[in-house]
């Protein structure tokens, strides 16, 4: 087996590799009857950025970022590019801190650290391509080699009858052999919210994890009502119950009911969860690769989840390059506690309708018993389809 694909002998030296094209793809793709709701409206459209960064020996890599397409293209094209053309991939996180240091100023969270997020991950894609490993490997190892997914779906159908509508969906996730799934609340009244609730716990039955997530939907007073209320339906964990800005209200949420208060897909970088993590804001933290700032960016703050024996579930929301990097940090975050018979993570699985997610990438994930395999292949171990990106950019 060639385990790397070069090794240095004692005299050579490291040649530096050069970044010489930043390419990025807005894509967007409308939903017309696949439209779907949730808190803070409806969802008419995917949209996401995969960014394709190319080096002077000919080993591209690929990463992504899921807002909003058009503006982060350009943060990565015309803003990000011109940092890093010339740079050496292997120098992530010098290269990370130096664009990071230009950003600050305009943007210490939102759509310039979106487009850095990208950037990044398309960086460990081809550090991992060099070297011929995985980016779990990079990252210092896989604490388990298989990801237990569970289904994010079960958003508000743009039907007549939704709590029917929502109960056929949920009976399909545990017929596809979920373990787990989350239902959208807060686009209703709390009453209706509960009573969807209650039938999909009545029809799937009490061995399914189940959980609830608000999008910020409340203030923190109509969180803990509700969340007194969801108490008796074996909710797993609340994500979100109040807006992210809301720290206060969210650690009152959490001081105030027995579910686990999840959170953290808005936040941003190490200094952002820094807050988080040391006021206790959540039982579990749910940093995005492809908005936290890239593997460069989430190794810093599993370090401090780590430190501060705190659950870390990565938001996974992408194409399959967006999963495929989740995936690596997934396999990559330790057992928090560590003890000898730790309980599996989760791993999110967005089952909502986006017809750019399996298309976006040669290579398919395969649900199998509520698992989903870490990829093994170099890099991310995806290859973007480049016909198919060109073909859906705006
Ligand atoms: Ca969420």
């Known amino acids: 087996m060639i385990y790397y694909t070069f090794l240095l002998t004692p005299n050579e030296v490291v040649e ?28 008419n459209t995917r949209q996401t950025t995969i960014v394709i960064i190319s080096t002077d020996e000919g080993i591209e890599g690929v990463g992504e970022s899921f807002g909003p397409a058009r503006a982060i293209a350009e943060a990565v094209e015309g803003y990000c590019a011109p940092m890093i053309l010339g740079k050496d991939p ?23 650290i979106e487009a850095l997020s990208a950037i990044d991950i398309a960086l460990w894609d081809i550090k991992g391509k060099v070297v011929g490993l995985p980016v779990y490997k990079l990252l210092g190892g896989a604490y388990r080699d298989k990801a237990h ?56 039955g009490n061995d399914i994890k189940l959980m609830v997530d608000a999008n910020c939907a409340y203030d923190a007073t109509e969180a803990i009502s509700l969340a007194k209320q969801m108490e008796q339906y074996d909710v797993y964990w609340f994500e979100e119950p109040v807006p992210p800005e809301d720290i206060e209200g969210s650690i009152e949420v959490k001081n105030n009911t027995d579910i686990r208060i999840a959170g953290g897909e808005c936040e941003c970088t190490r200094y952002g969860f820094r807050e988080l993590i040391r006021r206790r804001a959540v039982d579990i933290l749910q940093p995005d690769v492809c908005i936290a700032g890239g593997f460069t960016e989430m190794q810093k703050i599993v370090a401090m989840a780590s430190a501060w024996n705190m659950q870390c579930i990565p938001h996974v ?25 730790p309980p599996e993570p989760y791993f999110e699985y967005d ?43 705006i």
């Open 16 to 43: 530096e590799l050069n970044i010489t094209g930043v390419k990025a793809y807005p894509l967007v793709q409308t939903l017309g009857s696949m439209s779907f709701g949730f808190s803070q409206g409806w969802i």
């Open 351 to 393: 089952r909502s309708p986006n017809p750019l997610r399996e298309d976006a990438t040669y290579e398919k994930f395969i649900l199998q018993n509520s698992y989903i395999d870490i990829p093994q292949k170099p890099g991310l171990g995806v290859t973007a389809n480049i016909d198919f990106l060109k073909a859906k950019t």
């Open 317 to 341: 929301w992408g194409t399959n390059v967006a999963v495929a990097a989740a995936l690596h940090c997934y396999a990559a975050i330790p057992n928090i506690p560590g003890k000898i018979n």
């Open 149 to 204: 997914a569970y289904a994010t779906g079960l958003y508000r159908p743009n039907v007549k009858n939704v709590k029917d509508a929502l109960v056929e969906e949920a009976l399909g996730y545990k017929r596809d052999g979920f373990f787990a799934m989350k239902l959208k609340i807060g686009h209703a009244s709390p009453e209706e919210d509960l009573d969807i609730l209650k039938a999909i716990r009545e029809a799937i």
């Open 90 to 112: 292997f120098n992530s996180s010098v290269i990370w801190d130096t664009v990071y240091g230009y950003l600050r100023m305009n943007s210490q969270k939102g759509i310039l």
